[in-house]
């Protein structure tokens, strides 16, 4: 199999999974994303790890080891992700990253989230 | 084509137009991974999305399979599609996404991220396409990617990463806990300014969920769009 296969389908879908970081609004949205780019990692990792046992008679197999590791941390940061979430959907009642900007320096201030609250909670009803 | 570089097998003349069966069938799986890919980020139902990353994870499992790692493959349909996805669907539904057509899914910058998507889509098919242009993966022989190949390596050279990713589990483990605990220890006295966000949406889901519970299929993640409607009272409640 040529190469370029797996490579060329690992980066479209890590740009596919950029673009849903970038554009989505929903944070569990952008967690999918977020599993989106970690897979097509996985991918690159699995073809040349097959590449290079045969080429470079490889026996270490640090690609399929290191494919194992990333699919546990990502099942780590799924379930430290959607805690995260969850409490701070607890807290404000949306889990809209676009209005969680208490951190951020903007012309609003720091009392941005005041005209945010009434909006979060008509939201919330009519969903 | 024909000067075959040194680091590649150079045994077999390979070509482009002559694709293996092998290779066929990387190209259609990869085109439905790809596709399910792009409606996951791009659709405005919110479990849909849920439901089309199932099918790109599935897909990718695939993948794995015609690359002969099946260790990976089954790793990843056990943990992503089995486990990630389900949990995915239970935290949509923990925070109350709306089931139908929701039109805010997309924020205001998605056309600054098609364009930064694009154009690293761009650079990286070309840098990889220039660089691997005339590599092959040789597929024949015993496969590389065999069970028992995957765990000689793991348990003879990769002992103590695997003993630390089980402390790393453990630690995310109880990392979820004490978030989810504290954050409902901490809402209780912010009840009053924060006008209770635990409150209210229960009550609005409770009819819901009463009245779709029949139709759930708890043992079903991957059932069609319509039945995952059901658990966010049944999840509201056990927490």
């Known amino acids: 199999m040529?190469?370029?296969?797996?490579?060329?389908?690992?980066?479209?879908?890590?740009?596919?999974?950029?673009?849903?970081?970038?554009?989505?609004?929903?944070?569990?949205l952008v967690l999918m994303s977020v599993e989106l780019m970690l897979n097509?990692?996985?991918?690159?990792?699995?073809?040349?790890?097959?590449?290079?046992?045969?080429?470079?008679?490889?026996t270490l197999h640090s690609g399929q080891a290191l494919t194992l590791f990333t699919i546990a941390v990502a099942a780590a940061e799924i379930g430290i992700g959607l805690a995260i979430v969850l409490a701070v959907y607890r807290n404000r009642g949306t889990?809209?990253?676009?209005?969680?900007?208490?951190?951020?320096?903007?012309?609003?201030?720091?009392?941005?989230?005041?005209?945010?609250?009434?909006?979060?909670?008509k939201a919330e009803a009519t969903a | 084509?024909?000067?075959?570089?040194?680091?590649?097998?150079?045994?077999?003349?390979?070509?482009?137009?002559?694709?293996?069966?092998?290779?066929?069938?990387?190209?259609?799986?990869?085109?439905?991974?790809?596709?399910?890919?792009?409606?996951t980020v791009t659709t405005r139902q919110l479990v849909h999305a849920a439901l089309w990353l199932v099918v790109a994870l599935g897909g990718l499992a695939?993948?794995?399979?015609?690359l002969t790692a099946e260790f990976i493959a089954w790793v990843q349909v056990l943990i992503y599609v089995g486990s990630v996805v389900v949990l995915l669907l239970f935290g949509l539904m923990l925070t109350k996404a709306p089931i139908g057509r929701s039109p805010d899914a997309?924020?205001?910058?998605?056309?600054?991220?098609?364009?930064?998507?694009?154009?690293?889509?761009?650079?990286?098919?070309?840098?990889v396409v220039d660089a691997f242009r005339a590599t092959w993966i040789d597929l024949d022989g015993p496969a590389a990617g065999t069970t028992a190949v995957t765990g000689q390596s793991l348990f003879r050279h990769w002992v103590l990463p695997f003993e630390a990713l089980s402390v790393l589990l453990l630690a995310a483990l109880v990392g979820a806990i004490v978030l989810s605990r504290k954050a409902k220890a901490d809402a209780e006295p912010n009840t009053g300014p924060t006008s209770d966000p635990n409150?209210?949406?229960?009550?609005?889901?409770?009819?819901?969920?009463t009245r779709t519970t029949p139709t759930a299929t708890p043992g079903a993640p991957t059932a069609t769009a319509?039945?995952?409607a059901a658990p966010p009272g049944d999840q509201e409640g056990a927490r």
């Open chain 2, 1 to 39: 084509m024909s000067p075959v570089p040194a680091v590649s097998l150079a045994a077999a003349p390979h070509g482009f137009l002559s694709p293996t069966g092998v290779e066929i069938a990387f190209l259609l799986v990869g085109l439905v991974t790809f596709g399910a890919a792009l409606v």
């Open chain 1, 2 to 28: 040529h190469l370029a296969y797996p490579a060329v389908l690992s980066a479209l879908l890590f740009c596919v999974g950029l673009y849903g970081v970038l554009a989505r609004r929903n944070a569990i």
């Open chain 2, 226 to 228: 319509t039945t995952p």
């Open chain 1, 40 to 58: 097509a990692v996985n991918l690159n990792l699995v073809a040349f790890d097959v590449w290079l046992s045969r080429t470079a008679r490889d």
């Open chain 2, 62 to 66: 695939v993948e794995y399979l015609l």
């Open chain 2, 199 to 209: 409150a209210g949406p229960v009550t609005a889901t409770a009819p819901a969920a």
């Open chain 2, 106 to 127: 997309d924020s205001g910058n998605r056309w600054a991220a098609l364009a930064v998507a694009v154009a690293a889509a761009g650079a990286l098919v070309w840098v």
């Open chain 1, 95 to 121: 889990s809209d990253i676009d209005r969680l900007r208490d951190t951020a320096e903007g012309p609003d201030g720091p009392d941005g989230e005041h005209p945010d609250t009434p909006a979060a909670e």
